[in-house]
Structures are given as structure tokens and as C-alpha cells.
T-cell receptor
Framework: DAGVIQSPRHEVTEMGQEVTLRCKPISGHNSLFWYRQTMMRGLELLIYFNNNVPIDDSGMPEDRFSAKMPNASFSTLKIQPSEPRDSAVYFC????????????FGEGSWLTVV | GENVEQHPSTLSVQEGDSAVIKCTYS??????FPWYKQELGKRPQLIID?????GEKKDQRIAVTLNKTAKHFSLHITETQPEDSAVYFC????????????FGTGTRLTIIP
């Protein structure tokens, strides 16, 4: 299996622009997580889905952030409009509950908003 | 919700010595405790995990201990090597398969050659 696949790997954008991050979970995994990592705040859970349904979005910072999972093999995290303080590494992760609670991370999307 | 605290935030040890990282959690219902290692510029990767029905688990130079009464768990690395240098994260969840994983703030471990 190719693992969790994220795109883009790196993005530099100007403040005010829309940013869309994409994730393909491991095939057969039915839970998907979006995390944000910064030096100051560590690994923060933004939102997670079970069977494509959002379960907990309490970590989403504000209305500028939105996430969707239209099917079992694809999810997006959108920031509109983006701000410099959104600069971070955004990790997507997936889990197969049948294998316990282990989650597997993608390589991350490194976002810089200037 | 669950709160996980991790100490120390940074740790330097001589190559060959042991390293210990400690975490505490708040929710007594939590029963799954993984440890992730993140090398510079890479993704976090699971190195070992423990469930609440055991008190200790070992995998070569790595061991994790769990004290459910005190609500703390620890990672032990023996005979440290330069490649052990990384950031280590502990985490906790209720382990039902549908619950979220709450992470500690991480420990930057540096192995001094």
C-alpha cells in the first residue's frame, strides 16, 4: 500500500488566497484525521471523520477552515481566506479500527502564507 | 476531553545511555497509549503502543510502562544511538476504534555522540 497520500507537499501562497489541501487515506481505512503542526502549538487535531461523516470538528480554528470527505478515498481541507498565521504543516492520517487504534500519517503539506 | 501532558520538552543524553520520557493523561477511560517518533522534516511514525490490560511492553531497545492508577505512562530507550535523535510524542485515546487520539506536546531527544 502507498500509505496516506497528501498533496500538495509544499505550497507558498499570498495572504487572502484560497488554499486546498488534499488527502487520500489508506484503502480500507474508515477514519480520517486532519492535524496541524506548529512549533508553538504542537500537533493539533482539527477534525476527524468516521465513514465519511465528520465526528468532531471542535479543533477547526475558525470559519475560514472547512473540511469535506465526499467519499471513502478522498478528503479536502480548505482555508479561505488564508492568513500568515495559518502557516504550518498539515498532516492527514487514517485508521482502520479493525487493527486497533493505530493511525498512519501522510507526509504532510507544508503551507507558507506570505 | 482528554488532556495529555508530556515531559521533558527537550532531553539530551550521551550515546549509549538511557532516555526516559513521561506522560500523564486526564481521562480515566483512556485505554490506548501509543508513542510516535518524528524525525526532522518527516511524518510521525508509530514506534510502540500499549493497552491498559498490560503494565509494560518491550520491543528491542524500546519499552513503555503504564500506571493506570496514577494515569501516567513512560517511554524508555536503552543503549541510545544517534539515529534515536528525533521528536517523540505520546498520545492517549479510549481505544474503541472510533475515538480521536490526543497527543502530548512532544519531547525533542538529542543523542550526543
Amino acid at each position: 500500500d502507498a500509505g496516506v497520500i497528501q498533496s500538495p507537499r509544499h505550497e507558498v501562497t499570498e495572504m487572502g488566497q484560497e488554499v486546498t489541501l488534499r488527502c487520500k487515506p489508506i484503502s480500507g481505512h474508515n477514519s480520517l484525521f486532519w492535524y496541524r503542526q506548529t512549533m508553538m502549538r504542537g500537533l493539533e487535531l482539527l477534525i476527524y471523520f468516521n465513514n465519511n461523516v465528520p465526528i468532531d470538528d471542535s479543533g477547526m480554528p475558525e470559519d475560514r477552515f472547512s473540511a469535506k470527505m465526499p467519499n471513502a478515498s478522498f478528503s479536502t481541507l480548505k482555508i479561505q481566506p488564508s492568513e500568515p498565521r495559518d502557516s504550518a504543516v498539515y498532516f492527514c492520517a487514517s485508521r482502520d479500527p479493525g487493527q486497533g487504534n493505530t493511525i498512519y500519517f501522510g507526509e504532510g503539506s507544508w503551507l507558507t502564507v506570505v | 476531553g482528554e488532556n495529555v501532558e508530556q515531559h521533558p520538552s527537550t532531553l539530551s543524553v550521551q550515546e549509549g545511555d538511557s532516555a526516559v520520557i513521561k506522560c500523564t493523561y486526564s481521562d480515566s477511560a483512556s485505554n490506548y497509549f501509543p508513542w510516535y517518533k518524528q524525525e526532522l522534516g518527516k511524518r510521525p511514525q508509530l514506534i510502540i503502543d500499549i493497552r491498559s490490560n498490560v503494565g509494560e511492553k518491550k520491543d528491542q531497545r524500546i519499552a513503555v510502562t503504564l500506571n493506570k492508577t496514577a494515569k501516567h505512562f513512560s517511554l524508555h530507550i536503552t543503549e541510545t544511538q544517534p539515529e534515536d535523535s528525533a521528536v517523540y510524542f505520546c498520545a492517549a485515546s479510549m481505544g474503541s476504534g472510533n475515538e480521536k487520539l490526543t497527543f502530548g506536546t512532544g519531547t525533542r531527544l538529542t543523542i550526543i555522540p
